[in-house]
């Protein structure tokens, strides 16, 4: 009878093993959440800015952006949509496309109590004018 309470060492090696695979799975998942929130509003701030097209060309049918003002319209509405702080914005426009990119910092939950540390998600997002 010397293997008596040999069992519970390995159970207890299980138990964390198992709860660190459930603290992975949670924390990419919120991870996969920060990327989809900010894609979300990569996208939303390059439709808007795709939409300040200059007045002057489209009276003469010419469907061009005002570069100015779709900037604007796309680093104002990206950072009012869902709103978190840490949220930076830079757009940059020419008369044909505005790209908008948008980086936000991700917090590790469960996963920081073993050294996971914080994380930069960052998405970039382009739109062109287009008649609809």
């Known amino acids: 009878m010397k293997d008596r309470g040999s069992v519970l060492p390995a159970v207890a090696l299980l138990m964390m093993g198992g709860l ?3 603290g992975v799975g949670i924390d990419l998942g ?3 959440g920060a990327y989809r929130e900010v894609a979300y509003v990569a996208d939303a701030g390059a439709d808007a800015g795709a939409a300040m097209i ?4 489209a009276r003469v049918g010419v469907l061009a952006l005002d570069p100015s003002a779709a900037e604007l319209a796309a680093v104002e509405l990206a950072l ?12 940059t426009s020419t008369r044909d496309e ?3 990119e948008v ?14 540390t914080e994380s930069l998600v960052t998405v970039r997002s382009c739109a062109r004018p287009a008649k609809g």
């Open 20 to 22: 660190m695979m459930i």
């Open 30 to 32: 919120r991870w996969g």
């Open 54 to 57: 200059d007045e002057q060309d």
């Open 80 to 91: 009012a949509i869902r709103s978190r702080d840490g949220r930076v914005v830079a757009a």
């Open 98 to 100: 505005i790209c908008v």
């Open 103 to 116: 980086q936000q910092v991700f917090q590790p939950g469960i996963m920081r109590a073993v050294g996971a």
